[in-house]
């Protein structure tokens, strides 16, 4: 550690063996800034890439004393049209995973109110409540197959904030396994927009599976483009991207990858 702070290179590029291995390291640094961060402010993803994450958060919490208590979260996202007691809303989910099983205060868990009457105004509160928490310490991010980060969807501005987002036809059928039909995906969410993401002092991004290996190098090793809203985290200062091998596989550049990680100078490591 240097400057009393952790330092790493823009997009980091870690390679685990595999998904649980992966998702041990992310617990790792979000542990690390609960624990060291006098108010942490954790942004929060939902889906299945972080659920390992949240499992082995629970863990420490039960079996090494993590404490929450101090910490405030703000959810990336959640649908449009959904109540949060419902079993397919993302407040349902985090309940879930994580805040029902650690010491949160919940009046400091924060996610967009899908049943809110002026989303606008809406929208420019929840960014509002992300400055006055003193901004985001660290944001989970997973990625999509198409490359979106949150909701963002291609051609999404990559300077975009909190607001109404129309899904893909591709995102709503990647996400009809979780509800009983295609039509009962919500056509809408809110979502956290790309610069709002980018404003976050560290970016941890998730991707686990051979599904994911395409758009995990055009997201790192390609241009950067809104058509791939994740290639955007090159230009962030601080982000670490943690991926399985399968995820890895399409990466020209994963051997030099792998020597790096395996270099990093001791202050550089969790």
């Known amino acids: 550690m240097a400057g009393g702070q952790v330092q790493r290179p823009s997009m980091e590029i870690i390679i685990k063996p595999d998904y649980e291995a992966m998702s041990r390291e ?38 090494e004393g993590l ?19 419902h ?24 996610l967009p109110d899908g049943l809110s009457e002026d989303i606008p105004a809406h929208c420019r509160a929840y960014e509002q409540a992300i ?15 198409d490359g979106h980060i949150g909701f963002n969807e291609p051609s999404s ?13 591709e995102t709503i059928a990647a996400n009809a396994r979780f509800f009983a039909t295609s039509e009962q995906v919500p056509r809408h969410v809110i979502t956290m927009g790309v610069g709002t993401i980018m404003d976050s002092r560290f970016c941890l991004v998730l991707a686990s599976g051979g599904a994911k290996a395409d758009i995990v190098a055009r997201a790192v090793e390609g241009p950067v483009t809104s058509m791939v809203p994740a290639s955007a985290l090159q230009f962030h200062p601080r982000c670490s991207l943690i991926i399985d091998e ?25």
Request: glycine content about 8%; cysteine-free; overall charge positive.
């Open 157 to 169: 501005s990559l300077g975009s904030r909190t607001r109404i987002k129309t899904l893909t036809q």
């Open 67 to 85: 404490d929450f208590s101090r910490a405030t979260t703000f959810n990336l996202d959640e649908y449009v049209g959904l109540a949060p007691d």
């Open 131 to 145: 400055v006055e928490a003193g901004g985001i310490d660290v944001q989970v991010l997973g990625i999509g197959s």
């Open 87 to 110: 079993p397919q809303s993302y407040h349902h989910y985090m309940r879930h995973h994580l805040f029902d099983h650690v010491n949160l205060n919940r009046d400091r868990t924060h």
């Open 26 to 63: 992310a617990a790792l640094i979000v542990g690390r800034v609960i624990r060291e961060g006098p108010r942490p402010v954790i942004g929060l993803a939902t889906g299945s890439t972080p659920e390992g994450m949240y499992h082995e958060l629970v863990r420490q919490h039960r079996d």
């Open 246 to 270: 399968a995820a890895a596989a399409k990466l020209e550049r994963a051997a030099y990858y792998r020597w790096i990680y395996d270099h990093k100078p001791d202050w550089q490591r969790v």
